[in-house]
């Protein structure tokens, strides 16, 4: 069983930047890919950004040149560096795992691919 725990959330003005972090237990952080979500009120939750077990990584066009993710697995943390945050990106933004048998450079981008979740943390752009 994995746990997942998201950190680093808050409130910051537009143009802001924050990092997010995500700690991952209980699982072979090292063969996981990893994603990020958000989900904004009365949304669905949308797909931000992934990182594959080899490095790999994929964003969301509407981030893309602004948020960064990246992995350590000596923490087995994943993280999500936000920089020219928009008042569009002020959602609840979740961490999930897809644990795999082997190190791959696959990437996954639907919900659905994911096997663990976080609880979220709330980012709040204000204009």
């Known amino acids: 069983q994995v746990q997942l725990a998201e950190s680093g959330g808050g409130l910051v003005q537009a143009g802001g930047s924050l990092r997010l972090s995500c700690a991952a237990s209980?699982?072979?952080?090292?063969?996981?890919?990893m994603g990020w979500f958000r989900q904004a009120p009365g949304k669905e939750r949308d797909f931000v950004a992934t990182i594959s077990s080899t490095g790999s990584t994929y964003y969301t066009d509407s981030v893309k040149g602004r948020f960064t993710i990246s992995r350590d697995h000596a923490k087995s943390t994943v993280y999500l560096q936000m920089n020219s945050l928009k008042p569009d990106d002020t959602a609840v933004y979740f961490c999930?795992?897809?644990?795999?048998?082997?190190?791959?450079?696959?990437?996954?981008?639907?919900?659905?691919?994911?096997?663990?979740w976080g609880q979220g943390t709330q980012v709040t752009v204000s204009s």
């Open positions: 209980g699982g072979t952080f090292s063969r996981s890919a």
């Open positions: 999930a795992a897809k644990p795999l048998q082997y190190y791959s450079n696959e990437l996954y981008y639907r919900s659905e691919q994911y096997d663990y």
